[in-house]
């Protein structure tokens, strides 16, 4: 009797269906001898899984090619069983599904009739009768893909105005420029900053603040062209371009409708309000033909409008002071920090979740910059990867990380894993595997408790050359994960061929979990293909006690994140793990 378990659902055709999963694998019959089958999986290494129909063609079970490839290695397995029906061998508890079912449906059902299904794969039907077979791999990439989406919209768009942020304004803004050399036009360009922005936000509130930075996008892109980009950049600066201006007076029109619009009062949460702009404007290609030099004029000559009194505006004319010394002093000052000994490694500790131990820690750069203070990498490793100087940098994170886990060892403490980021232009240095193995020969640190976290566009690139580092870092003992995980390209195919121990799960992924049912979904599918490869997987950025036990219900064995501590200091850090420890061990005593 056939025990293969069915699903049925209706679904509108605008939702995408398990068809667009669907591989075209020749079923095999119940009553075929397994010999045959065994020979299609040997000429056949693409195939994970063989479906199984009976007469009618209806499918009755499917055949895992791990497990049916392993009974057959055995000695005499050939001549004892070989003639033998498949059927005998199959796995009679195949998850069914008709074709119309839904992306969103398969990934439930996978859930809640167990995870395995993503490794065997599934069988789809029509009329009952067998037309395919998909595997984890393929849905797992189509759920992430309306991930990506969402987090392509995440680094592209402000949250708060819905307009493009400062990374697609810049990329619209090169590819503006791109088509105007080509066809030998202009390109205006508005740096605009709403006035005593800082009076509001600090006597009416934050929240007043932001529905007056909303107010303000609906202005300029209502006194904007649809074909014009209007960007936020940051705070209370906007930008416009205006691609195709016949002049000047293009541009001295659009700032003066703006600014006549913004006469107008805004009634803002119950309270009318009148706000205005200070506007810089330049053009191309008679004030730059760079992207960067051009908004660094526009950003200027709106300085030079706040100077004349606010609530107006000022073309760039050569001349007026540039505002891009911020950026070079903090270049140069990047240049110093090694040899003035500015940076420190902070700590986060990973959490094992079966026993509730730390058992390793991230190492996270922090630089203590003589007049701006403590500085995250946020506010440094874009300019040290542009200068080069994170090869520098990179290095001394992993000589000061290896110093300081061999002095805790010397201090007492229990040996545990020590996390360091590596940069993709760190790891492709013709010397990075010689300057690692100086490090651990100088600090006699013990390789197997150094782990690297590699982001996965590094491993989309001369793959040989990838493999070949990999295997030598392997090889000496260090362990090797991908760090963020799930937000590049997320097809795991390729883990089969690196030596990778474990992968970390994204903390978008994470953050507000519960109210993301398809972050579960993706959370659990990512960690049923981690269990089948071997690889160990930790989530990131848990804050909360429902993340924490959503991570972990979600099949993560290792968790990090401010529910359990911050980064901190390698002092406090110390002090931090020998409290925890005791806290341990006194609800240890208490539940004995």
């Not at 002095?407 to 590596?422: C, D, E, K, Y």
């Not at 996965?456 to 990999?470: G, I, P, R, W």
């Not at 000496?476 to 799930?486: C, H, S, V």
Request: glycine letters at 6%; hydrophobic letters at 40%; a negative charge.
């Amino acid at each position: 009797m056939n025990t293969a378990t069915h699903f049925r659902f209706i679904h509108s055709d605008d939702n995408p269906t398990v068809k667009r999963l669907l591989r075209t694998v020749a079923p095999v019959f119940d009553d075929m001898p397994c010999l045959p089958v065994l020979n299609i999986f040997q000429e056949n290494q693409h195939i994970f899984a063989l479906p199984v129909v009976n007469a009618q063609h209806k499918p009755v079970g499917i055949v895992e090619r791990h497990a049916f490839m392993e009974t057959f290695i055995k000695p005499y397995t050939h001549e004892i069983y070989g003639k033998k029906p498949v059927a005998e061998f199959m796995n009679q508890h195949p998850l069914i599904v008709p074709s119309h079912t839904s992306i969103d449906d398969i990934s439930r059902i996978i859930i809640d009739a167990g995870m395995q299904h993503m490794v065997s794969g599934f069988i789809v039907t029509e009329h009952e009768r067998y037309v395919g077979i998909a595997n984890g791999h393929d849905l797992l990439d189509e759920i992430t893909q309306r991930k990506q989406a969402n987090l392509f919209y995440l680094a592209h768009f402000d949250q708060l105005t819905k307009l493009p942020n400062r990374v697609l304004f810049m990329d619209r803004l090169s590819m503006a420029l791109a088509e105007a050399c080509r066809t030998n036009s202009q390109i205006g360009l508005l740096f605009i900053d709403l006035d005593k922005f800082k009076h509001f936000n600090d006597s009416m509130g934050h929240a007043f603040g932001d529905q007056l930075l909303i107010a303000l996008a609906g202005i300029l892109t209502r006194c904007s062209r649809e074909m014009d980009t209007v960007a936020r950049l940051s705070g209370d600066e906007f930008t416009i371009i205006v691609e195709n201006i016949g002049s000047q007076k293009d541009l001295d029109t659009l700032c003066w409708r703006i600014l006549d619009t913004l006469k107008l009062p805004q009634q803002i949460m119950g309270r009318e309000v009148f706000i205005s702009a200070s506007i810089g404007t330049a053009i191309y290609p008679r004030d730059d033909e760079d992207a960067n030099n051009l908004l660094v004029k526009a950003d200027a000559a709106m300085y030079e409008a706040k100077r004349g009194g606010r609530n107006t505006y000022r073309h760039y004319t050569a001349g007026m002071q540039l505002y891009s010394l911020d950026r070079m002093s903090l270049e140069t000052d990047l240049r110093l920090a090694i040899e003035r000994n500015e940076f420190e490694l902070y700590y986060q500790p990973q959490i094992a979740l079966d026993s509730g131990k730390v058992v390793g820690k991230e190492a996270l750069i922090r630089w203590h910059h003589p007049h701006r203070g403590l500085l995250t990498p946020i506010h440094f490793i874009e300019i040290a990867e542009e200068t080069g100087l994170i090869v520098a940098i990179g290095q001394w994170v992993i000589r000061e990380a290896c110093r300081q886990h061999q002095h805790w060892l010397q201090a007492g403490f229990q040996p545990m894993r020590i996390s360091v980021n590596i940069s993709a232009m760190q790891f492709y240095q013709s010397n990075f595997c010689d300057m690692v193995e100086t490090i651990i020969h100088d600090t006699g640190i013990n390789p197997g408790y150094l782990e690297f976290e590699l982001t996965e566009s590094m491993f989309m690139q001369d793959a040989d050359t990838v493999v070949k580092t990999l295997r030598r870092l392997h090889g000496l003992g260090i362990k090797l994960a991908i760090d963020d995980f799930g937000t590049g390209y997320s097809n795991l195919s390729y883990l089969r061929k690196f030596p990778i121990d474990r992968l970390k799960v994204d903390q978008s992924f994470i953050k507000g979990i519960e109210h993301e049912p398809i972050n579960v979904e993706i959370v659990k599918t990512i960690a049923a293909l981690a269990r089948s490869m071997s690889l160990e997987l930790v989530a990131e950025g848990v804050e909360t006690d429902v993340e924490l036990h959503w991570a972990e219900s979600s099949g993560c064995t290792f968790v990090q994140g401010y529910h359990f501590s911050q980064p901190l200091p390698a002092e406090k850090f110390t002090r931090w793990v020998t409290e925890y420890k005791y806290q341990a061990d006194q609800y240890a005593l208490v539940d004995m």
